[in-house]
């Protein structure tokens, strides 16, 4: 299983190095921790499959358990109705203790999130904690997506807009909706 | 007397261990022994009986108990629940006193206690014995119950001594006349009429009797144990860490790091203390000290602490 590119240690060493080394000491180390969030991974997994959050759906990308793709569904009565919206979740190896990066694949008029994708949510970053999920993080950004937070903005310009003139923003978003996110 | 004492010894242990041996296993292979040897003897001996018996209980057995007419078929049954009733209630040691200083004399009683100078004493230690052990099984009384039932008796003495009496007086007349025919057969009419009366209160304390001694435990809270009941019951702790799914062991329940009440195990509480030290559930950053006075309170949790802290580092 390959693991994620986040922190080189726990990268699988060159084979060369194994060459003549019998020490199974370090292997055991990397698999062991590797395990432990790739346990807590599949549980997760297992655990979407059985109850869904409302519009959102996420699953590994590929047989890489540390990379998954999700998707969220325009709620309905908000400027992004209708709109189907692709995000990149990457697990770091020390998952849960850090939190999951995500990205948004589908562009999207959002003050939260920027040009490339990134969002400014909170619990992304400061605020994290191991035992929130990524069933509970879907939920997070679908909820950002009914009510955005201007105050902690990832493009200042669209907040600034969203405060100001909300049908003018409303109007942005739902096009930028029907032109990207359909 | 000797002989006849002795007589009545073997006579009473028969009974007791064709009644009883089913029931359970005995440990005084002595005993055994001479029961078996005795069994004989107990044959011919009920076979008197057993006429004589059946005449008692026209006669006389219509004021007794129903219970206790059934025992008197058996004549010997009697004698057990001599020794048992004298070891029950305090009422019966009490009258047995007064019987030994008023009706009778000293030798009136077969119960060890009373007849110390008694000749048949090892046969009867081991009735007792034997007897010991049938109470245990029914669940009614042990030794120390009846230590308690004599000593209360002691005080209260003077008072049931008069009620007793004419209580006493009563089955004389209705089944001291009856039981002294059975008794016949062992010569020993002293005995018999002695056990007539006894059967009057033929009984262990019952909870509401006024005059059972306020010093006894309830067996039957006893017996229940609801304390070890509730100990055992399922609290509210996660079955595994909520952090990594790994099972929560038994330290692991136990540790409750944070005052929020968010349970994890050690490796994933660990794993955080060395980042930023926050508790997942509330977000505020652990006590630092509180994982050390956790190990001082907990003098038995320190080894498996360490132990789980260093194979921590082993992983890393």
Known sequence: ???????????????????????????????????????????????????????????????????????IIGPLGTAYEGGIFFLDIVFPSDYPFKP???????????CNVDTAGNLSVDILRDSWSPA?????VLQAIRSIFLKPEPYNPALPMIARLYLSDREKHDEVAKEWTLRFAK | MISDSITNASATAAPTSRDYGTKKKRNHKSAKMKQNKLGLRREQWLSQVTNKACKEEKSGNSSEKPDLRVENLDGVRREDHHHESFMQSPSNSSMGGTDLSTNFSGKSSRSSSSSSGFCS???????????????????????WEAVADALAAEEEEEKENRRLRESVKEDESVGGSSASNVCDSISSDVVCV???KQKSSNRAWRPDDDLRPQGLPNLGKQLSFPELD?????????SSCPICYEDLDLTDSSFLPCPCGFRLCLFCHKTICDGDGRCPGCRKPYERDSMKAETSSQGGGLTIRLARSSSMFCRF
């Open chain 2, 230 to 238: 509730k100990r055992f019951s399922s609290v509210a702790i996660p």
């Open chain 1, 1 to 71: 299983m390959m693991t994620p590119g986040g922190s080189g240690r726990f990268k699988p060493l060159p084979t060369a190095m194994y060459a003549g080394y019998s020490g199974t000491a370090s292997s055991w180390v990397a698999k062991t921790s590797v395990s432990a969030s790739g346990k807590r991974i599949q549980r997760e997994m297992a655990e979407l499959n059985v109850d869904p959050p409302l519009d959102c759906s996420a699953g590994p990308k590929g047989d890489n358990l540390y990379h998954w793709i999700a998707t």
């Open chain 2, 121 to 143: 004493g090892n046969v009867t230690e081991e009735e007792n014995l034997d007897d010991d052990d049938d109470d245990d099984d029914d669940g009614c009384v042990d030794d």
């Open chain 1, 132 to 136: 929130l999920t990524i069933t509970k």
């Open chain 1, 100 to 110: 999951p990066k995500l990205l948004f694949k589908t562009r999207i008029y959002h």
């Open chain 2, 194 to 196: 002695n056990d007539a």
